[in-house]
């Protein structure tokens, strides 16, 4: 069984920064790609930000020049280094990865709230 485990979220002021982290477990060949989602009150679910295997990065359009994604292919890990946060980036924000089992398998974690309030 394969699971994501986030880090990271809480609450912060507008024009701060924040850092999410997720770490991929269980039985685990390699990981074609994570990245992080998220999804507001009465709002759809959208990309966040994705890198690949090979470090290729994809953003949403929302978080471009704000957000860095990187990751660690040895550790299975992810980070998300927001800055510039405004109150419309409040959200509960979910690692997603593809990951080689040796099938591939989609897998969510369990989100993190992230709250940007004065």
């Known amino acids: 069984q394969v699971q994501l485990v986030e880090s990271g979220g809480g609450l912060v002021q507008p024009g701060g920064s924040l850092r999410l982290s997720c770490a991929a477990s269980g039985s685990i060949s390699g990981i074609n790609r994570m990245g992080w989602y998220r999804q507001a009150p009465g709002k759809e679910r959208e990309l966040v930000a994705t890198?690949?295997?090979?470090?290729?990065?994809n953003y949403g359009g929302s978080v471009k020049d704000r957000f860095t994604i990187s990751g660690d292919n040895a550790k299975n890990t992810v980070l998300l280094q927001t800055n510039s946060l405004k109150p419309d980036d409040t959200a509960v924000y979910y690692c997603?990865?593809?990951?080689?089992?040796?099938?591939?398998?989609?897998?969510w974690g369990q989100g993190t709230l992230v709250t940007v309030s004065s």
């Open positions: 890198i690949t295997r090979g470090g290729r990065t």
């Open positions: 997603h990865a593809l990951i080689i089992t040796p099938t591939l398998l989609e897998v």
